[in-house]
């Protein structure tokens, strides 16, 4: 007689499976969420406030009242205002030139050096940022005042024969604005130009490219994602900085940002203030996606 086999009525059966559970990944949520509260916080939430705000109608002691009225957005185009914005866009349109100029080849530099003379040279770059861009720019007022140390030098050789008034104008803003913004041209420049395949740069050396034909026709192209990235990021800065005009300007340099300040906590015209603050973030924006459209179109024509 045959013994009887253990689990022979259960081995024909199917095994049980329980049903698939969609896993929550609380990573990401515990991540994302304290960046989502901040940004809300700090971010979104003043924007809708100077958003409501700009509708709103400058009262006779400073405040706002009703009626709600666009009028603050069409007073924005009168010529006065429109000139001081065009005057500010030129201004950081020269910084973004000559901090392009300074800056690219003190990148290719870098990034050409060897690895230890590189972290040096790194280093010079981020150095200034260990110090307030106030008291930097204070130390640049010292340098250019009239009393300051150019003119007693220059003075002193006997090169001039009375103070230059290096100070309170636009070349002495745009001095400040090109010394402050030129960090932020040479990283994303430095970053573009050492990710740069040198195969590239043999090959066309190999196929009888002079150095600045290879320049024009390799390097450059290769690194324009840099370039705009840096111009980006020092254009669209350069338009909000107030402190270096209302230091090394004067009163006779008003760019956006001294008009959007003054509109705030001298003029209290809050009303006309954001008004102002939300055309110059749209006239940003603007900026940002035309360079995401040109970027994208780059990397469309690199794929094909």
């Known amino acids: 007689m045959k013994a009887p086999v253990i689990g022979s009525a259960t081995s024909s059966r199917p095994a049980a499976t329980t049903p698939n559970r969609p896993v929550r990944d609380y990573g990401k949520t515990w991540t994302i969420g304290p960046i989502l509260i901040w940004m809300s916080a700090l971010f979104l939430?003043?924007?809708?406030?100077?958003?409501?705000?700009?509708?709103f109608t400058r009262?006779?002691?400073g405040g706002i009242e009703l009626?709600?009225?666009v009028e603050n957005y069409v007073r924005f185009f009168d010529p006065l205002y429109f000139k001081i914005l065009w005057i500010s866009c030129v201004l950081a349109f020269f910084?973004?030139?000559?901090c392009l100029?300074?800056?690219?080849?003190?990148?290719y530099i870098v990034a050409r050096s060897p690895i230890n003379y590189r972290n040096i040279l790194m280093l010079l770059i981020i150095v200034p940022f260990w110090t307030n861009s106030l008291i930097r720019t204070y130390a640049w007022i010292v340098l250019l005042r009239t009393e300051g140390v150019i003119n007693t030098i220059l003075m002193q050789l006997g090169i001039i024969s009375?103070?230059?008034p290096l100070l309170y104008n636009e070349t002495a803003v745009l001095i400040g604005l090109v010394y402050t913004m030129l960090p932020f041209m040479v990283l994303p420049l430095y970053a573009s130009i050492e990710k740069l395949d040198k195969s590239l740069l043999e090959a066309?050396?190999?196929?009888?490219?002079?150095?600045?034909?290879?320049f024009w026709k390799v390097t450059l192209p290769l690194t324009a994602p840099g370039i705009m990235a840096g111009s980006l990021l020092v254009f669209i800065p350069s338009l909000g900085l107030f402190f270096?005009?209302?230091?090394?300007?004067?009163?006779?340099?008003?760019?956006?940002?001294?008009?959007?300040k003054n509109q705030f906590l001298t003029a209290r015209d809050w009303p006309f203030g954001s008004a102002s603050s939300i055309i110059l973030m749209g006239l940003t924006l603007l900026f940002i996606t035309a360079y995401i459209l040109i970027t994208k179109d780059k990397e469309g024509k690199e794929l094909l």
């Open 59 to 61: 009262s006779s002691f």
């Open 67 to 69: 009626p709600l009225t």
């Open 101 to 107: 100029v300074l800056g690219y080849p003190f990148a």
């Open 162 to 164: 009375q103070p230059l």
């Open 244 to 260: 270096i005009p209302d230091l090394m300007g004067g009163s006779k340099t008003v760019l956006i940002g001294n008009l959007i």
């Open 204 to 214: 066309s050396s190999d196929l009888g490219a002079k150095p600045v034909h290879t």
């Open 45 to 55: 939430l003043p924007l809708i406030l100077i958003l409501g705000v700009s509708f």
């Open 95 to 98: 910084t973004t030139a000559i």
